[in-house]
């Protein structure tokens, strides 16, 4: 063991970046406004090449302010071109060339780049502009081999954009009024309500349009009631939040298929239809009902469910399966909350052998939202997020309403609890670009310029996570990107001063 530890710390003793393979490149150029060739800027960069430089990786590198000891991404060569003033700049990473084009886009650039190369003493107005784009060719949807390099223009006019999907009214949707109106939202939509929950019924992922031909793929998928949901993730089956929502998608019809074949005389989908609710991480009323009985989803019997779950527990009262789906279709409020809580105990009580025993994070996170969400008091419902931690620490839902909760109790550790979330989380989880943006705002609160690169640390990062949600959900909403776009814009002034 001491022999491994010496290893280890000898590995974490070498540069990173040696172990880290070039992703791809691009050229900087710098010029003055007034000039062709850029003689002032590179007359200035030869009697000052450590100043320029490091004003250079100051406007435009990343690195993650919450761990200063990883390398930049992208990162800026050693050597700058001086018939003007061209610099590589590497990526090692996807992300990397992604932040870089999003803070290309616009002003924000150029506008570093003066300011920081008047802190060291070039006074002159400049140009920027970028060549030689040397980027792997990535086949559509980012996945598979690296297929050579080719210029950026190319790559990008290979992108689709995302579809816009048309409305659709509540009757053809299967979606009740007030959800379908609001179909779309990021998933995390349900887990906030001032709070946690706020706009918890814009959840729901988007319908895929019904005038879409299908393809060879989607046609050889199974049949079932949510194939076309199945379809539309098939592209994207190698992120990690697309592998659990095909899983859940699968425990969900599979259950469905036993209920409506047995008549709903026998109760063994019951449990399917739970794991794949859980697995979607879903906790209000509203999404679990629509997810069961709407039309365009499993378009579940409710009556007919509602009549074997009375039979069942009558029979046995302490059956969790079935008090655990009977609680989580109940209106938010003090029933719920005790609904779920009797779940809690029953389960308890029988101990590992309770079929719902592996799922009490879950549970506890439910109950831990119902509980803010009925009572608006941070500490009950923070006790209940901390118990399902102690059974499943890196239970994500319940990362993130610690978070929300903690904000009415301490924002430094809100702050703390939003980052734990974003690095136990898959870059992709639908709660990241939440959380970033939420980020955005917090630092805001306490000192635009104490905290100005966590604030564009966090905004780009935001962006990029939502342009890159998976296709069936919507971007965050702008009740929250709104206000989190007027800190950016507010570091942005900042910056030109």
């Not at 003493?121 to 086949?139: A, R, T």
């Not at 992108?159 to 998933?187: F, W």
């Amino acid at each position: 063991m001491a022999e491994q530890v010496g290893l280890a710390g000898q590995a974490a003793a070498q540069p990173v970046i040696e172990m880290m393979a070039e992703w791809g490149r691009v050229y900087l150029r710098i010029t003055d406004v007034w000039t062709v060739r850029a003689l002032a800027i590179g007359a200035f960069y030869l009697a000052n090449r450590y100043l320029t430089m490091r004003a250079v990786r100051r406007a435009v590198e990343r690195r993650d302010p919450d761990n200063p000891v990883q390398p930049a991404d992208p990162q800026v060569g050693l050597e700058a071109e001086v018939d003007s003033l061209l610099v590589p700049v590497i990526f090692y990473s996807q992300l990397g060339y992604q932040y870089f084009t999003s803070i290309l886009n616009g002003p924000f650039l150029k506008a570093c780049l003066q300011t920081e190369l008047e802190k060291v003493g070039y006074k002159e107005p400049i140009d920027v502009s970028v060549e030689k784009w040397e980027l792997p060719n990535l086949p559509e949807g980012g996945a598979g081999p690296l297929m050579g390099m080719m210029r950026v223009q190319d790559w990008l006019a290979e992108i689709p954009e995302k579809v816009s999907l048309p409305d659709t009214a509540a009757g053809d949707s299967g979606i009740p009024e007030d959800v379908s109106s609001v179909a779309g939202v990021s998933t995390v939509a349900s887990w906030k309500e001032a709070g946690p929950s706020q706009a918890k019924r814009a959840r729901l992922p988007q319908q895929p349009p019904s005038q879409v031909t299908p393809t060879a793929q989607q046609a050889e998928l199974q049949e079932g009631p949510l194939k076309r949901q199945r379809a539309r993730l098939l592209q994207h089956k190698d992120s990690p939040t697309a592998q659990t929502w095909l899983k859940a998608y699968s425990c969900l019809e599979r259950g469905e298929a036993m209920l409506t074949r047995g008549g709903y005389r026998e109760g063994e989908g019951v449990e399917h239809l739970l794991e794949g609710i859980i697995l979607m991480e879903f906790v209000s009323p509203d999404e679990v009902n629509t997810f069961l009985y709407g039309q365009s989803w499993l378009h579940l019997d409710k009556p007919k469910l509602n009549q074997l779950t009375s039979t069942q527990l009558q029979a046995n009262p302490d059956s969790t399966t079935y008090l655990l789906l009977q609680a989580l279709q109940l209106s938010v409020g003090p029933s719920r909350q005790q609904a779920i809580n009797h779940v809690i105990d029953v389960v308890l009580q029988h101990g590992e052998t309770d079929p719902m025993y592996k799922h009490l994070a879950y549970i506890y996170c439910a109950l831990g939202n119902t509980t803010w969400e009925t009572t608006r008091q941070p500490a009950p419902a923070l006790s209940a997020f901390a118990s399902a931690l102690m059974h499943q620490s890196d239970h994500l839902p319940t990362l993130y309403f610690t978070a929300e909760c903690s904000m009415d109790v301490s924002v430094p550790q809100a702050i703390r609890q939003l980052h734990h979330y974003i690095h136990t989380a898959p870059t992709d989880h639908l709660g990241v670009p939440w959380a970033h943006y939420t980020l955005v705002l917090l630092y805001g609160q306490q000192d635009l310029f104490a905290h100005r690169d966590r604030i564009l640390h966090h905004y780009n990062m935001a962006q990029q996570a939502d342009r890159n949600s998976l296709p069936l959900f919507g971007p965050v909403p702008s009740w929250l990107t709104d206000p989190a776009r007027r800190v950016y814009e507010q570091v942005l002034a900042q910056t030109h001063k």
